[in-house]
């Protein structure tokens, strides 16, 4: 079992920037592949970013050039920095991760982007 833990959410200007945080306990050293989805209000959650175990991230395209996943396992925590937002932004995060035993999703943390 693999828990997920966001933080770093909340109200930012159109061009502002926000780090979002996910911090994963648990069976760790399981996970195959960490992610970002968003889910904005009437649409269907959405894959923002991914890492793979070995490192490689992947984008949609409508954040490449303004978001970055990375990951920092001393501190078993997944990042994605986020700059350049956007209103269309606006929507609940949620961190991801799989392993071969199954899915995991954290509680969601909220951005909102506008002026």
């Known amino acids: 079992q693999v828990q997920l833990v966001e933080s770093g959410g909340g109200l930012v200007h159109p061009g502002g920037s926000l780090r979002l945080s996910c911090a994963a306990s648990g069976s760790i050293s399981s996970i195959l592949v960490m992610a970002w989805y968003r889910q904005a209000p009437g649409k269907q959650r959405e894959l923002v970013a991914n890492?793979?175990?070995?490192?490689?991230?992947g984008y949609v395209d409508s954040v490449k050039g303004r978001f970055t996943i990375s990951g920092d396992n001393a501190k078993n925590t997944v990042y994605l920095q986020m700059n350049s937002l956007r209103p269309e932004d606006t929507a609940i995060y949620y961190c991801y991760a799989r392993d071969l035993s199954g899915n995991y999703w954290g509680q969601g943390t909220q951005v909102t982007v506008s002026s």
């Open positions: 890492i793979t175990r070995g490192g490689i991230t």
